[in-house]
């Protein structure tokens, strides 16, 4: 008995020791940050002097600021663009490429990736330039038209002006989804499409009672991805239009690198990330209840 605990005991000692280094290291860089943050976003502090507690303050300026609004709804559009239409389309050309209803198959799936392996610097200065003044979007447009003084104008329509952004962010992260789904479809036994085309199933059939119920975890984790990374989006807006003009395009990580950076409110910039951070939660919480009464259904 002696020998059986002393064994069990060296067990957990080596586990500890094998996963402590890695602990560590995501309590410093995620854990502690995130109370860091909880923390400051209840004072006012500008990182040189003492930070001065102020409550609830910088939640109630926040909410009270139509810029944060603006920029919240900016978010929350970018996450229905993300789960809507990203993972589904992706599932589709995944499903296109896996059944192999069009040719030259690995062309297609790699025209579709190729963006991803663009830095989202470049592709944002590509596609200004296809949205300025002079660019292809205005000269396709002036040639459909007979119009030749015609100018871009959708970046000057507070409501409109994020639906360039949308397009290109479709257009940028739709091939992520698509190989990750592809690579998932690979796996599914191919008895379960032969015995659905035996019964006389289309591919739309094939497509959703056959493939997506099987596809659920996957889908799961690729909604996560694109919530989380809605959520935070800040490269590509911020290198298309810097949230102008007049905010219009701003996201709340835009308005908090703002805030954080240049105005140098970290305290305010701090409860701004919380922000982003409960949204986060609260969205990949309420997706897990959903998600586990369907792996129920198709179990």
Sequence with gaps: MSTYRSKHSLLKFYYVLFIAPGLLIYTAIIVFPVFFSVYFSFTEWAGVEKARFVGL?????????????????????????SVLGQIPLGLILAYVVYR???????????????????????VAILWNQIFAPGGLYTSIIRALTGDPLYVVQIFENKTFAILPILFVILWYYT?????????NMRRIPESL???ALIDGANEKQILFKVITPQMIPVIFTTLIFAISGSLKSFDLIFAMTGGGPAHYTEV??????????????????????VVIVVLSLVFILFLQKYFKKLEKKYA
Excluded at 100 to 122: E, N
Excluded at 252 to 273: D, L
């Design 57 to 81: 303050d910088n939640y109630k300026r926040m909410f009270e600021d139509t810029v944060f609004l603006h920029s919240l709804r900016n978010n929350i559009i970018i996450v229905l663009v």
């Design 252 to 273: 709340i990580a835009i308005y908090m690198y703002y805030h954080t950076f240049k105005y140098y409110e970290y305290g305010f910039g701090s409860a701004v990330s």
């Design 193 to 195: 499409v032969e015995v």
């Design 175 to 183: 091939g992520v989804y698509m190989v990750i789904f592809i690579a």
């Design 100 to 122: 192999k209803i069009v040719r030259f198959g690995q062309f297609f799936q790699a025209m579709i990736f190729f963006p991803v392996a663009i830095s989202a610097i470049i």
